[in-house]
Protein backbone atom coordinates (compact mmCIF):
# COMPACT_ATOMS: atom_id res chain seq x y z
CA UNK A 1 0.00 0.00 0.00
CA UNK A 2 1.14 3.57 -1.37
CA UNK A 3 -0.13 6.37 0.94
CA UNK A 4 1.31 9.99 -0.08
CA UNK A 5 0.26 13.32 1.12
CA UNK A 6 -0.02 16.57 -0.20
CA UNK A 7 0.15 19.90 2.60
CA UNK A 8 0.45 23.35 2.10
CA UNK A 9 3.80 24.70 3.02
CA UNK A 10 2.53 28.25 3.57
CA UNK A 11 -0.45 30.40 4.39
CA UNK A 12 -3.22 28.44 2.38
CA UNK A 13 -3.30 29.27 -1.56
CA UNK A 14 -0.18 27.40 -2.87
CA UNK A 15 -2.08 25.90 -5.43
CA UNK A 16 -2.71 22.49 -3.77
CA UNK A 17 -5.57 21.36 -5.83
CA UNK A 18 -3.64 21.27 -9.63
CA UNK A 19 -1.19 19.39 -7.69
CA UNK A 20 -3.77 16.88 -5.97
CA UNK A 21 -5.49 16.50 -9.44
CA UNK A 22 -2.12 15.53 -11.15
CA UNK A 23 -1.51 13.17 -8.18
CA UNK A 24 -4.64 11.24 -8.10
CA UNK A 25 -4.47 10.28 -11.63
CA UNK A 26 -3.85 6.95 -10.66
CA UNK A 27 -4.73 6.43 -7.07
CA UNK A 28 -7.70 4.41 -5.38
CA UNK A 29 -8.58 7.10 -2.94
CA UNK A 30 -8.20 10.37 -1.98
CA UNK A 31 -8.97 11.95 1.27
CA UNK A 32 -9.75 15.37 3.14
CA UNK A 33 -8.80 15.11 6.77
CA UNK A 34 -9.48 18.37 8.31
CA UNK A 35 -10.90 21.61 7.53
CA UNK A 36 -13.91 22.57 5.32
CA UNK A 37 -15.47 25.24 3.01
CA UNK A 38 -12.98 27.41 3.99
CA UNK A 39 -11.00 25.68 1.77
CA UNK A 40 -10.52 26.66 -2.25
CA UNK A 41 -9.34 24.69 -4.76
CA UNK A 42 -9.12 25.58 -8.32
CA UNK A 43 -8.20 23.18 -11.12
CA UNK A 44 -8.88 23.85 -14.77
CA UNK A 45 -10.43 20.77 -16.49
CA UNK A 46 -10.83 21.00 -20.22
CA UNK A 47 -10.04 24.87 -19.89
CA UNK A 48 -13.04 25.53 -17.45
CA UNK A 49 -11.75 26.45 -13.81
CA UNK A 50 -13.51 24.67 -11.69
CA UNK A 51 -13.13 25.31 -7.69
CA UNK A 52 -13.84 22.97 -4.75
CA UNK A 53 -14.20 23.60 -1.49
CA UNK A 54 -14.65 20.35 0.39
CA UNK A 55 -15.06 17.28 -1.70
CA UNK A 56 -11.72 15.91 -2.73
CA UNK A 57 -9.88 17.33 -6.14
CA UNK A 58 -9.99 13.68 -7.01
CA UNK A 59 -13.16 13.59 -7.94
CA UNK A 60 -12.66 15.04 -11.22
CA UNK A 61 -10.50 11.94 -12.42
CA UNK A 62 -11.93 8.39 -12.72
CA UNK A 63 -11.97 5.31 -10.76
CA UNK A 64 -10.97 6.66 -7.31
CA UNK A 65 -13.38 6.96 -4.17
CA UNK A 66 -12.96 10.21 -2.77
CA UNK A 67 -13.44 10.75 1.15
CA UNK A 68 -14.24 13.73 3.73
CA UNK A 69 -12.38 12.62 6.76
CA UNK A 70 -13.79 12.64 10.19
CA UNK A 71 -11.24 15.64 10.94
CA UNK A 72 -13.20 17.54 8.48
CA UNK A 73 -16.23 20.18 9.65
CA UNK A 74 -18.89 19.70 6.66
CA UNK A 75 -21.19 22.19 5.35
CA UNK A 76 -24.32 20.51 3.39
CA UNK A 77 -25.14 23.23 1.78
CA UNK A 78 -21.46 23.31 0.52
CA UNK A 79 -21.81 20.02 -0.63
CA UNK A 80 -25.13 20.17 -2.42
CA UNK A 81 -23.68 23.39 -4.12
CA UNK A 82 -20.28 21.44 -5.22
CA UNK A 83 -22.32 18.50 -6.60
CA UNK A 84 -24.41 21.34 -8.42
CA UNK A 85 -20.94 21.57 -10.02
CA UNK A 86 -19.88 18.54 -10.51
CA UNK A 87 -23.43 17.75 -12.57
CA UNK A 88 -22.89 21.03 -14.68
CA UNK A 89 -19.44 20.04 -15.79
CA UNK A 90 -20.36 16.02 -16.42
CA UNK A 91 -18.42 15.00 -13.37
CA UNK A 92 -19.17 11.55 -12.85
CA UNK A 93 -19.73 11.01 -8.90
CA UNK A 94 -21.90 7.85 -8.21
CA UNK A 95 -20.95 6.08 -5.61
CA UNK A 96 -17.43 8.01 -5.46
CA UNK A 97 -17.79 10.42 -2.34
CA UNK A 98 -17.84 9.17 1.24
CA UNK A 99 -18.39 11.70 4.08
CA UNK A 100 -17.10 9.73 7.15
CA UNK A 101 -19.76 9.06 10.12
CA UNK A 102 -18.20 10.94 12.51
CA UNK A 103 -17.20 13.97 10.59
CA UNK A 104 -18.85 17.07 12.60
CA UNK A 105 -21.51 19.05 10.83
CA UNK A 106 -21.43 22.67 10.02
CA UNK A 107 -25.22 24.32 10.50
CA UNK A 108 -26.54 27.97 9.61
CA UNK A 109 -26.21 28.26 13.57
CA UNK A 110 -22.34 27.97 12.95
CA UNK A 111 -22.47 30.71 10.71
CA UNK A 112 -24.31 32.63 12.03
CA UNK A 113 -22.43 32.88 15.58
CA UNK A 114 -18.83 33.12 13.29
CA UNK A 115 -20.53 36.08 11.56
CA UNK A 116 -21.49 38.10 15.07
CA UNK A 117 -17.98 36.65 16.34
CA UNK A 118 -16.09 38.37 13.22
CA UNK A 119 -18.25 41.54 13.28
CA UNK A 120 -17.88 41.93 17.26
CA UNK A 121 -13.89 41.90 16.46
CA UNK A 122 -13.99 44.45 13.67
CA UNK A 123 -13.00 41.59 11.37
CA UNK A 124 -9.37 41.57 13.23
CA UNK A 125 -8.63 37.61 12.33
CA UNK A 126 -10.24 38.04 8.98
CA UNK A 127 -11.86 34.36 8.72
CA UNK A 128 -14.09 33.17 6.43
CA UNK A 129 -17.69 33.17 8.18
CA UNK A 130 -18.10 29.63 7.24
CA UNK A 131 -18.76 28.44 10.37
CA UNK A 132 -15.52 26.34 11.07
CA UNK A 133 -14.39 27.74 14.09
CA UNK A 134 -17.85 27.41 15.78
CA UNK A 135 -18.27 24.02 14.44
CA UNK A 136 -14.61 23.09 15.96
CA UNK A 137 -15.64 24.65 19.30
CA UNK A 138 -18.80 22.09 19.50
CA UNK A 139 -16.56 19.17 18.99
CA UNK A 140 -14.05 19.76 21.57
CA UNK A 141 -17.30 20.86 23.85
CA UNK A 142 -18.79 17.59 23.06
CA UNK A 143 -21.82 19.17 21.57
CA UNK A 144 -21.11 18.88 18.23
CA UNK A 145 -23.69 17.68 15.33
CA UNK A 146 -21.79 14.73 13.30
CA UNK A 147 -22.94 13.58 9.83
CA UNK A 148 -24.19 10.07 11.46
CA UNK A 149 -26.83 11.90 13.25
CA UNK A 150 -27.77 13.37 9.42
CA UNK A 151 -29.39 9.43 8.97
CA UNK A 152 -32.27 10.72 11.49
CA UNK A 153 -33.61 13.65 10.20
CA UNK A 154 -35.84 14.21 13.59
CA UNK A 155 -32.92 13.77 15.31
CA UNK A 156 -30.78 16.04 13.78
CA UNK A 157 -33.97 18.85 14.62
CA UNK A 158 -33.65 18.01 18.08
CA UNK A 159 -30.16 18.18 18.42
CA UNK A 160 -30.02 21.61 16.34
CA UNK A 161 -33.00 23.11 18.20
CA UNK A 162 -31.04 22.12 21.34
CA UNK A 163 -28.13 24.20 20.60
CA UNK A 164 -29.52 27.27 19.00
CA UNK A 165 -31.86 27.61 23.04
CA UNK A 166 -28.13 26.91 23.92
CA UNK A 167 -26.88 29.52 21.84
CA UNK A 168 -29.42 31.98 22.77
CA UNK A 169 -29.13 31.22 26.56
CA UNK A 170 -25.49 32.10 26.30
CA UNK A 171 -25.85 35.00 24.41
CA UNK A 172 -23.98 33.38 21.50
CA UNK A 173 -27.03 35.30 19.34
CA UNK A 174 -30.38 36.78 19.87
CA UNK A 175 -33.95 35.86 18.96
CA UNK A 176 -33.63 38.56 15.96
CA UNK A 177 -30.54 36.96 14.24
CA UNK A 178 -32.75 33.96 13.68
CA UNK A 179 -34.35 35.78 10.99
CA UNK A 180 -31.20 35.35 8.94
CA UNK A 181 -31.29 31.56 8.76
CA UNK A 182 -33.50 29.60 6.41
CA UNK A 183 -33.36 26.00 8.26
CA UNK A 184 -36.10 24.42 5.91
CA UNK A 185 -33.48 24.58 2.77
CA UNK A 186 -30.53 23.22 5.31
CA UNK A 187 -32.70 20.19 6.11
CA UNK A 188 -33.20 19.49 2.63
CA UNK A 189 -29.47 19.82 1.52
CA UNK A 190 -29.17 17.09 4.76
CA UNK A 191 -31.32 15.05 3.18
CA UNK A 192 -29.30 15.34 -0.25
CA UNK A 193 -26.44 13.96 1.12
CA UNK A 194 -27.44 11.12 3.25
CA UNK A 195 -26.34 9.15 0.84
CA UNK A 196 -22.82 10.29 1.15
CA UNK A 197 -22.34 8.91 4.52
CA UNK A 198 -20.78 6.05 5.59
CA UNK A 199 -17.99 4.27 7.16
CA UNK A 200 -14.61 5.14 5.63
CA UNK A 201 -12.27 3.75 8.20
CA UNK A 202 -12.86 -0.38 5.99
CA UNK A 203 -11.99 1.80 3.01
CA UNK A 204 -8.94 3.73 4.40
CA UNK A 205 -7.30 0.30 5.86
CA UNK A 206 -8.69 -2.20 2.58
CA UNK A 207 -5.75 -3.42 1.33
CA UNK A 208 -7.95 -3.61 -1.70
CA UNK A 209 -6.77 0.16 -2.00
CA UNK A 210 -3.39 0.13 -2.36
CA UNK A 211 -2.51 3.87 -3.50
CA UNK A 212 -3.98 6.59 -1.19
CA UNK A 213 -3.26 10.34 -1.78
CA UNK A 214 -4.31 12.48 1.44
CA UNK A 215 -5.09 16.22 0.48
CA UNK A 216 -4.59 18.85 2.85
CA UNK A 217 -6.68 22.43 2.84
CA UNK A 218 -5.28 25.88 4.26
CA UNK A 219 -1.42 25.94 5.03
CA UNK A 220 0.87 24.48 7.64
CA UNK A 221 1.36 28.59 8.85
CA UNK A 222 -2.25 28.43 9.59
CA UNK A 223 -2.23 25.64 11.82
CA UNK A 224 -3.25 25.79 15.39
CA UNK A 225 -0.92 24.78 17.08
CA UNK A 226 1.82 25.60 14.74
CA UNK A 227 0.94 28.28 13.09
CA UNK A 228 0.51 32.29 13.90
CA UNK A 229 -1.97 32.49 16.10
CA UNK A 230 -4.26 33.56 16.79
CA UNK A 231 -3.95 34.21 13.17
CA UNK A 232 -5.23 30.29 12.10
CA UNK A 233 -7.45 28.34 10.95
CA UNK A 234 -9.35 26.12 13.74
CA UNK A 235 -7.77 22.76 12.95
CA UNK A 236 -4.26 21.11 11.76
CA UNK A 237 -3.71 20.92 8.22
CA UNK A 238 -0.26 20.19 8.59
CA UNK A 239 0.90 16.66 8.41
CA UNK A 240 0.25 15.91 11.97
CA UNK A 241 -3.58 16.32 11.68
CA UNK A 242 -3.79 13.15 9.20
CA UNK A 243 -3.53 10.22 12.29
CA UNK A 244 -6.27 12.69 13.79
CA UNK A 245 -8.49 13.79 11.08
CA UNK A 246 -8.34 9.93 8.92
CA UNK A 247 -6.81 7.75 11.59
CA UNK A 248 -3.78 6.59 9.94
CA UNK A 249 -0.78 6.96 11.87
CA UNK A 250 2.70 8.84 10.71
CA UNK A 251 4.40 5.63 10.01
CA UNK A 252 2.22 4.61 6.97
CA UNK A 253 3.13 7.70 5.16
CA UNK A 254 5.52 7.01 2.45
CA UNK A 255 5.61 10.33 0.84
CA UNK A 256 5.12 13.34 2.13
CA UNK A 257 4.87 16.83 -0.40
CA UNK A 258 4.84 19.97 0.50
CA UNK A 259 3.20 22.75 -1.87
CA UNK A 260 4.80 26.60 -2.04
CA UNK A 261 4.13 29.14 -4.71
CA UNK A 262 7.38 30.59 -5.96
CA UNK A 263 6.41 34.16 -3.54
CA UNK A 264 3.72 34.27 -1.02
CA UNK A 265 0.40 35.34 -0.34
CA UNK A 266 -1.54 35.83 2.98
CA UNK A 267 -5.36 36.29 3.07
CA UNK A 268 -6.79 37.75 6.49
CA UNK A 269 -5.16 39.08 9.06
CA UNK A 270 -1.50 38.23 10.65
CA UNK A 271 1.67 38.75 10.41
CA UNK A 272 3.52 38.18 6.97
CA UNK A 273 7.87 39.36 7.15
CA UNK A 274 8.10 39.56 3.42
CA UNK A 275 4.56 41.20 2.47
CA UNK A 276 5.45 44.02 -0.23
CA UNK A 277 3.15 47.29 -0.11
CA UNK A 278 5.13 48.71 -3.20
CA UNK A 279 4.61 48.00 -6.91
CA UNK A 280 6.09 44.89 -7.08
CA UNK A 281 3.63 43.36 -4.39
CA UNK A 282 0.92 44.98 -6.75
CA UNK A 283 2.41 43.53 -9.77
CA UNK A 284 2.14 40.26 -7.92
CA UNK A 285 -1.13 40.33 -6.96
CA UNK A 286 -1.97 41.18 -10.77
CA UNK A 287 -0.43 38.99 -12.88
CA UNK A 288 -0.84 36.35 -10.47
CA UNK A 289 -4.48 37.01 -10.37
CA UNK A 290 -4.50 36.72 -6.45
CA UNK A 291 -8.16 36.71 -5.11
CA UNK A 292 -9.23 33.89 -2.99
CA UNK A 293 -10.73 31.45 -4.18
CA UNK A 294 -13.36 31.23 -1.13
CA UNK A 295 -13.81 34.53 -0.06
CA UNK A 296 -12.75 36.42 -3.48
CA UNK A 297 -10.74 38.76 -1.24
CA UNK A 298 -7.01 40.06 -2.51
CA UNK A 299 -4.46 38.25 -1.27
CA UNK A 300 -1.27 40.52 0.17
CA UNK A 301 1.73 39.24 -1.11
CA UNK A 302 5.91 38.92 -0.43
CA UNK A 303 8.41 37.77 -1.74
CA UNK A 304 10.08 33.69 -0.56
CA UNK A 305 10.18 33.37 2.75
CA UNK A 306 13.14 30.55 3.45
CA UNK A 307 12.87 30.84 7.26
CA UNK A 308 8.97 30.03 7.06
CA UNK A 309 9.78 27.10 4.31
CA UNK A 310 12.07 25.36 6.28
CA UNK A 311 9.90 26.11 9.88
CA UNK A 312 7.46 24.08 7.98
CA UNK A 313 9.61 21.54 5.80
CA UNK A 314 10.24 20.45 9.73
CA UNK A 315 7.04 20.68 10.62
CA UNK A 316 5.36 18.27 7.84
CA UNK A 317 8.32 16.25 7.73
CA UNK A 318 8.47 16.55 3.84
CA UNK A 319 9.75 14.39 1.44
CA UNK A 320 10.00 16.83 -2.10
CA UNK A 321 8.53 19.71 -2.82
CA UNK A 322 5.75 21.24 -5.26
CA UNK A 323 6.75 24.82 -6.92
CA UNK A 324 4.04 26.23 -8.31
CA UNK A 325 3.11 29.59 -10.03
CA UNK A 326 6.78 30.00 -11.43
CA UNK A 327 5.51 32.01 -14.37
CA UNK A 328 4.14 34.87 -12.43
CA UNK A 329 7.51 36.03 -11.56
CA UNK A 330 8.31 35.92 -15.63
CA UNK A 331 8.64 40.16 -15.68
CA UNK A 332 10.86 40.87 -13.02
CA UNK A 333 14.05 41.85 -13.40
CA UNK A 334 15.20 41.32 -9.94
CA UNK A 335 13.55 38.29 -7.84
CA UNK A 336 14.38 38.29 -3.74
CA UNK A 337 14.56 35.27 -1.39
CA UNK A 338 13.95 35.93 2.35
CA UNK A 339 17.06 34.06 3.53
CA UNK A 340 16.81 34.98 7.50
CA UNK A 341 14.91 37.50 9.43
CA UNK A 342 16.56 40.31 11.80
CA UNK A 343 14.98 40.60 15.58
CA UNK A 344 16.42 42.92 18.19
CA UNK A 345 19.79 43.36 16.42
CA UNK A 346 20.34 39.58 16.18
CA UNK A 347 19.65 37.16 13.17
CA UNK A 348 17.39 34.68 12.85
CA UNK A 349 17.13 31.33 11.20
CA UNK A 350 14.26 29.68 12.85
CA UNK A 351 11.01 30.58 12.81
CA UNK A 352 9.60 29.21 16.29
CA UNK A 353 11.63 31.40 18.07
CA UNK A 354 9.92 34.81 17.26
CA UNK A 355 6.72 33.48 15.98
CA UNK A 356 4.78 35.39 18.38
CA UNK A 357 7.24 38.42 17.17
CA UNK A 358 6.86 38.10 13.55
CA UNK A 359 5.30 42.16 13.01
CA UNK A 360 8.01 43.33 14.64
CA UNK A 361 10.85 41.03 12.39
CA UNK A 362 12.99 42.30 9.35
CA UNK A 363 13.54 40.54 6.35
CA UNK A 364 16.88 40.06 4.79
CA UNK A 365 17.36 39.05 1.41
CA UNK A 366 19.05 37.61 -1.75
CA UNK A 367 18.84 39.13 -4.97
CA UNK A 368 18.14 36.75 -8.06
CA UNK A 369 17.92 38.15 -11.98
CA UNK A 370 14.97 37.56 -13.07
CA UNK A 371 14.09 35.78 -16.53
CA UNK A 372 12.41 38.02 -18.02
CA UNK A 373 10.68 35.95 -20.73
CA UNK A 374 7.82 33.29 -21.07
CA UNK A 375 8.55 30.16 -19.50
CA UNK A 376 4.53 28.77 -19.70
CA UNK A 377 5.27 26.90 -23.14
CA UNK A 378 8.41 25.14 -22.05
CA UNK A 379 7.91 21.30 -22.01
CA UNK A 380 11.19 20.28 -19.21
CA UNK A 381 13.26 21.36 -16.95
CA UNK A 382 15.71 22.03 -19.26
CA UNK A 383 13.83 24.24 -21.20
CA UNK A 384 13.67 26.79 -18.70
CA UNK A 385 15.78 29.82 -18.65
CA UNK A 386 19.32 29.22 -16.56
CA UNK A 387 17.76 32.71 -14.19
CA UNK A 388 15.04 30.41 -13.41
CA UNK A 389 16.66 26.78 -12.88
CA UNK A 390 19.04 28.99 -10.76
CA UNK A 391 16.28 30.25 -8.75
CA UNK A 392 14.41 26.65 -8.65
CA UNK A 393 18.01 24.91 -7.25
CA UNK A 394 18.61 27.62 -4.95
CA UNK A 395 15.48 27.31 -2.90
CA UNK A 396 15.47 23.43 -3.02
CA UNK A 397 19.35 23.60 -1.53
CA UNK A 398 18.68 25.87 1.35
CA UNK A 399 15.38 24.27 2.39
CA UNK A 400 17.26 20.79 1.78
CA UNK A 401 14.13 19.27 0.23
CA UNK A 402 14.28 18.13 -3.61
CA UNK A 403 11.76 20.10 -6.17
CA UNK A 404 10.35 17.45 -7.55
CA UNK A 405 7.42 19.40 -9.48
CA UNK A 406 6.96 23.00 -10.97
CA UNK A 407 4.00 24.53 -12.28
CA UNK A 408 4.34 27.24 -14.87
CA UNK A 409 0.99 27.71 -15.82
CA UNK A 410 -2.64 26.90 -14.47
CA UNK A 411 -3.59 24.56 -17.35
CA UNK A 412 -3.59 20.90 -16.29
CA UNK A 413 -0.62 20.11 -18.66
CA UNK A 414 1.64 22.85 -17.81
CA UNK A 415 3.78 20.97 -15.34
CA UNK A 416 7.34 20.30 -14.96
CA UNK A 417 8.49 16.99 -13.27
CA UNK A 418 12.19 16.96 -12.21
CA UNK A 419 14.00 13.70 -12.11
Not at 70 to 92: A, Q, S, W, Y
Not at 195 to 212: G, R
Not at 348 to 363: A, G, H, T, W, Y
Request: charged residues 25%; positive net charge; hydrophobic residues 35%.
Amino acid sequence: MSINVIVGGQWGDEGKGKIVDLLSKNVNVVARYQGGSNAGHTVYKDDKKIVLHQIPTGILRKNNVCILGKGMVVDPDGIVEEIECLNNNNIDYDNRIIIDYYAHIVTPLHKLIDQLNESKSGGKIGTTCKGIGPTYQDKYQRIGIRAIDLLDIDLLKTKLEKRIDMALTKNEIHSDDLLNINLNEYYKSCKKIKNFINDSFPILFNQSSPNILIEGAQGTLLDIDHGTFPYVTSSNCSSGGISTGLGIPGNKLNNIIGIFKAYVTRVGGGPFPTELFDDNGKKLQSIGKELGATTGRVRRCGWFDLVAAKYSASINGLTGIALTKLDILDNFETIYVCTHYEYKGKKISEMSKVLNFLDDVKPVYKSFKGWNCSIEKCNSFKELPSEAKEYIKYLSSEINIPIEIVSIGPKRHQILKIQ
